[in-house]
Every structure is written in structure tokens, then in C-alpha cells.
């Protein structure tokens, strides 16, 4: 304490206060973390502080401290309308990070809320251009490009969006119904078509075989042969009488004339 010479008033001793003050002015940011100062409501520079210590003025320098760590959240599930007037409830994860502290305290109230709120936004947007086939097999067409729309609004708040990732498509059960009939018609169809491929391409082979055993006929014998022996390993008590089919048909021949 000091005495003031001319009265009995009595000044503090400052110099006792000072190591208490510089608690005050110090600051420390981990790895992960970025310092944006404003002094007097003035950003004092356009790179932020950090990691490390630094220096501050008392009672004159808000700091903001800003997360660099890439943050994750789930939009809550979006009912829409696609392109061809079919319902859906679709959800879907967002990863992204700040990539300018200071734009993010600048340019935006709230970086976090705002790319929140844009992602729920932007999913309706790009899924209502979609029909419903191609939200199911294209997810990552649709997911790559709800990336490029946030990643393309949120650039000048300093925040990137690294991935987007579209979770689950749930369609109404009477719509599910009609797919599975769907579906299944199709499917029936399909193999109908096979089944009158195949039976084209056998008749096909088997006229040409037809022409071949014309052309020879020890080749019709040797077939007869042949089915024979495919019988008798069968059917053992089965009896085959063979007929000769030129002779059928002049008995034929003989009883129209």
C-alpha cells in the first residue's frame, strides 16, 4: 500500500496485481482448435490464432474459439414427393468441417445450425427430381450430388462438406405391394420370353438334324439304336416292337386308295 505525502489517503499497490492480471491475457487452443479475435468489435486479423498461446487484451477482445474436427449429424427424416408423384420418407448423414474459422464467425451467426437446416432443405430439392427408381439404385449419383449443391452454399461461411450419404428410403406399404407385383409380372414375362427363345433354337437344331438323317440314313438307324439302349437301361420290362415307317405309310397309302 502506498501513503499519499499531502493527506491520509491510501493508494493500492498495483504491482501486486499484475501476476494476477496476466491469468487474464493469456489464452491457450488445442491442435484442433482456431482463435478468432475481435477487438472492440473489430476483427483484429483475418487468420485466426492458434494452436498454442497467445495473448489477449482484457476487457477489449471477445475470442472465439472454433472447432476444426469434422462434425456429423443425421437429418431427420424428410417426407417428399418425387418426380413420378410417389411418397417417401428419406433420411440422411452429413460430414463436413470448418475449413476458415473466421468466415464462420463473420459471415455466419451459426455455422453449425445453418448447414444443418440447408442440408434438410437441399435434400427435398435434389430427391424431388428423382422418381422413385432412381432414389433406390443410384444413391450415390444422388448422394454425390447433394455434396456438390451443399459443399457449393456453404463455401463462403468457411465450411466443407466432405461427404453426404443418403441412409434409408421407406416407401408406403401399398406402394411396396405394387412393386412386388410388379416385380414379379415382369419376371414372368421374362422367363415367358426365354422359354420361346429356347423352344425356337431347339427346333431350329432340331430341323438341321432332321436334314442331316435324311441325307444318311444309317444315321437314323444308329439313333434307333441308340434309343434303345437308353430304354433297355431304364426299363427292363419294357418291350419295344419296332415298325418301319415306310412301311406305315404305304399301309396308310393303300387304305385311302
Not at 410417389?86 to 473466421?102: H, K, S
Not at 416292337?241 to 412301311?247: K, N
Request: hydrophobic share 40%; net charge neutral; with cysteine.
Amino acid at each position: 500500500m502506498l501513503l499519499h505525502p499531502c493527506c491520509s489517503f491510501v493508494y493500492p499497490d498495483h504491482s501486486l496485481f499484475f501476476p494476477l492480471s496476466l491469468f487474464f491475457t493469456i489464452k491457450i487452443v488445442k491442435e484442433y482448435e482456431r482463435a478468432v479475435i475481435l477487438r472492440l468489435g473489430r476483427l483484429t486479423s483475418k487468420k485466426a490464432k492458434g494452436p498454442g498461446l497467445f495473448f489477449v487484451l482484457p476487457c477489449t477482445d471477445d475470442v472465439r474459439v472454433v472447432d476444426l474436427r469434422t462434425i456429423t449429424f443425421d437429418v431427420q427424416p424428410q417426407e417428399i414427393l418425387t418426380k413420378d408423384s410417389v411418397t417417401a420418407r428419406v433420411d440422411a448423414v452429413v460430414y463436413f468441417r470448418i475449413v476458415n474459422p473466421t468466415s464462420s464467425i463473420v459471415k455466419v451467426e451459426n455455422a453449425y445450425n445453418s448447414t444443418y437446416l440447408l442440408a434438410q432443405t437441399t435434400l427435398r430439392s435434389v430427391l424431388g427430381t428423382k422418381k422413385l427408381g432412381e432414389l433406390l439404385s443410384e444413391r450415390e449419383t444422388i448422394s454425390a450430388e447433394m455434396q456438390h449443391h451443399l459443399d457449393e452454399a456453404t463455401e463462403p461461411w468457411g465450411v466443407r462438406v466432405e461427404r453426404v450419404e443418403v441412409k434409408d428410403v421407406t416407401i408406403p406399404p401399398d406402394m411396396q405391394r405394387s412393386m412386388a407385383s410388379e416385380a414379379e409380372a415382369m419376371r414372368e414375362a421374362r422367363a415367358k420370353v426365354i422359354s420361346a427363345e429356347g423352344e425356337q433354337n431347339a427346333s431350329r437344331v432340331l430341323r438341321e438334324a432332321a436334314d442331316i438323317m435324311d441325307e444318311s440314313p444309317a444315321t437314323l438307324q444308329l439313333r434307333y439304336l441308340q434309343t434303345l439302349h437308353a430304354i433297355s437301361a431304364q426299363n427292363n420290362h419294357t418291350y419295344v416292337f419296332p415298325l418301319p415307317v415306310d412301311l406305315l405309310t404305304r399301309l396308310f397309302a393303300g387304305n385311302k386308295s
